[in-house]
């Protein structure tokens, strides 16, 4: 089931911009995590951010969590061409029987021009 | 350090024929999740396994099954392949039900013509 909602979809900046992406999700969770992907490649995690957290920061990268609204904002700082990429958010969340999760949202397509 | 270990990376297969896509966690995790993400889409969460058990179960069809071994690798097993199942399937390994985190691998990419 969807968990995460994420907008926009897609985002096109120049180089030197920030980029901003939010994630909205639905049941409570435990922690929340970004993910970077290039085309048709592999899931890169980014950072994670517990529910007992508001923000965090990883070099270029800052994150908050806001549990009351159960949103999440990705930003990206200083953006470069090389940040071209889908960034997805994915809720952990306990499954039950002492399992947890992960589930993620549609993504945001990110395009950072030269 | 030692990642995820998916295989094959490429895949080419005929409608109605079978795969079976294998997936060798990180050692030391006992945890092994996978998922199929369509062209365009977020993946999509398919069977979870703990201790050679399952332990949770997404939107899998009927026409796959998975199972993990004894030495915790995992095999998802595909049959009467359609269209539709083109796409790439991720695992990712964790120690303890996701309790520490998950680490992806980079996935296989499933062609059906």
């Known amino acids: 089931s969807q968990q995460g909602e994420e907008d926009p979809q897609a985002l096109s900046i120049q180089e030197g911009e920030n980029a901003t992406m939010n994630c909205s999700y639905k049941?409570?969770?435990?922690?929340l995590q970004w993910y970077r992907q290039n085309s048709g490649r592999g899931l890169v995690h980014l950072i994670l951010?517990?529910?007992?957290?508001r923000e965090k920061h990883s070099g270029r990268l800052r994150v908050t969590l806001d549990t009351s609204k159960k949103s999440s904002s990705l930003l990206i700082t200083a953006s470069r061409a090389a940040d071209t990429a889908s960034y997805f958010c994915?809720?952990?969340?306990?499954?039950?029987?002492?399992?947890?999760?992960?589930?993620f949202g549609k993504g945001t397509k990110l395009s950072v021009i030269p | 350090a030692a990642g995820v270990i998916q295989s094959p990376r490429h895949l080419i297969k005929e409608k109605r024929e079978t795969a079976t896509l294998k997936c060798y966690p990180i050692?030391?995790?006992?945890?092994v999740y996978w998922y199929q993400q369509g062209p365009g889409q977020d993946p999509q969460f398919l069977i979870s396994?703990?201790?050679?058990?399952?332990?949770d179960k997404g939107s899998i069809p009927d026409r796959f099954s998975a199972q993990q071994f004894s030495d915790y690798h995992s095999e998802l097993n595909m049959s009467s392949l359609e269209l539709g199942d083109s796409a790439l399937y991720f695992c990712?390994?964790?120690?303890?039900?996701?309790?520490?985190?998950?680490?992806f691998g980079s996935g296989t990419r499933l062609t059906v013509v």
């Open positions: 994915a809720t952990d969340s306990y499954s039950g029987a002492g399992s947890y999760q992960l589930t």
């Open positions: 990712a390994s964790s120690p303890y039900r996701g309790q520490g985190g998950y680490t």
């Open positions: 951010i517990r529910s007992n957290e």
């Open positions: 050692p030391r995790h006992d945890t």
């Open positions: 396994f703990y201790e050679k058990m399952q332990s």
């Open positions: 049941t409570s969770i435990n922690n």
